[in-house]
């Protein structure tokens, strides 16, 4: 949609939602990413994820102003959206840990049995 719109006002609303999703799903994310981190490494993690947010951004940046000076705005909104559709397909087919329900969990998996156990106790 963003990628082939020919009208500014639609564009700009679209880019408007974009970083609204982005903001909003980026507190489950982080608090994903810190909950299977194991307490000992929270901080490491924790300023790993934030050097990455910073410093990831400005190459990407980079890269799309590259695509767009060659191929122009359109088409580089377009394989930046396809790109992302199949690395984010990609992890989700091949890290099958991260679709658990119970992802970040602290109880474990002997404690929920015996809490499931009819008279356990």
């Known amino acids: 949609m963003l ?5 500014f006002p639609l564009t700009l609303i679209a880019a408007a939602l ?3 999703t982005n903001s909003v799903q980026m507190i489950p994310r982080n608090s994903a990413i810190l909950a299977i981190s194991p307490d000992a490494l ?10 990455l947010a910073g ?5 990407g940046y980079a890269l799309s102003g590259a695509l767009a000076a060659t191929l122009g705005v ?3 909104l377009l394989i930046g959206a396809v ?13 099958r840990e991260l679709r658990d329900p119970a ?19």
């Open 3 to 7: 990628a082939l719109s020919g009208w």
């Open 55 to 59: 410093g990831g951004p400005p190459l």
């Open 103 to 121: 992802l970040g969990s602290t109880v474990t998996e002997d404690a929920a049995v015996v809490e499931r156990t009819p008279g356990a106790g």
């Open 18 to 20: 974009l970083g609204t």
């Open 42 to 51: 929270r901080g490491r993690v924790e300023a790993f994820r934030s050097m």
């Open 74 to 76: 359109p088409g580089a």
């Open 83 to 95: 790109a992302c559709v199949a690395l984010v397909a990609a992890v989700g087919v091949t890290r």
